[in-house]
């Protein structure tokens, strides 16, 4: 379940009560992964996935967010201009910190749990090394469980892998983008 539009940013807004109920329902006809974000809606959509899934016996989902894009933050890369679910003008920036990662975290653990934590898109300010050896301290602390990276190639998830196990590359791909089956995909499958 892809609950970016749930938070409403970009997507314009949405109905709280709504996307829980699509959750719930999509929960109860089999869907047992949901994938969210803390840009989406800024924190928005991590709410409503969580209170979705707060009756649901853990061992019977898995929750995926990610981590490494600040619109709080003037740090990292500039990314994109947006705006916010209330109209204020924001800017995103593509920062992976050993800081801002756990600061991350410990947000996003305020609002749901989390099983893999995923990357979302590379910070060419921050050594992959760093990156990745504060994302494994988040799983022997026993805060996440699994790593994963998003729009990674494959000498980035190598380079990712070298700190801790990568799980997860999730990329685009569909019937028309296909760029990801000549590298990526039989890399992610060997």
């Not at 974000?37 to 016996?57: F, K, N, R, T, W």
């Not at 740090?75 to 910190?97: E, L, R, W």
């Not at 799983?139 to 997860?168: F, H, L």
Request: hydrophobic residues 35%.
């Amino acid at each position: 379940f892809g609950a970016w539009a749930a938070g409403g940013w970009m997507w314009g807004q949405t109905d709280r009560h709504e996307a829980i109920k699509a959750m719930r329902a999509a929960y109860a006809e089999g869907m047992t992964s949901f994938d969210t974000a803390p840009i989406y809606g800024q924190g928005e959509s991590e709410e409503i996935v969580g209170e979705a899934l707060q009756d649901i016996p853990r061992d019977k989902v898995q929750i995926l967010t990610k981590f490494g894009l600040r619109w709080d933050l003037n740090k990292g890369n500039f990314y994109v201009h947006s705006q916010n679910n209330q109209g204020k003008d924001i800017d995103i920036y593509k920062y992976a910190g050993k800081e801002s990662i756990i600061q991350e975290c410990e947000n996003s653990l305020k609002r749901l749990n989390i099983d893999l934590y995923q990357i979302h898109w590379a910070d060419i300010t921050t050594p992959i090394s760093e990156t990745f050896e504060a994302v494994a301290r988040l799983i022997e602390q026993g805060k996440i469980r699994y790593a994963g990276v998003c729009n990674y190639t494959p000498e980035q998830i190598e380079e990712a892998d070298k700190a801790v196990n990568i799980i997860s590359d999730q990329i685009p791909f569909s019937m028309v983008n296909r760029g990801s089956e000549d590298k990526t995909i039989p890399f992610c499958i060997r």
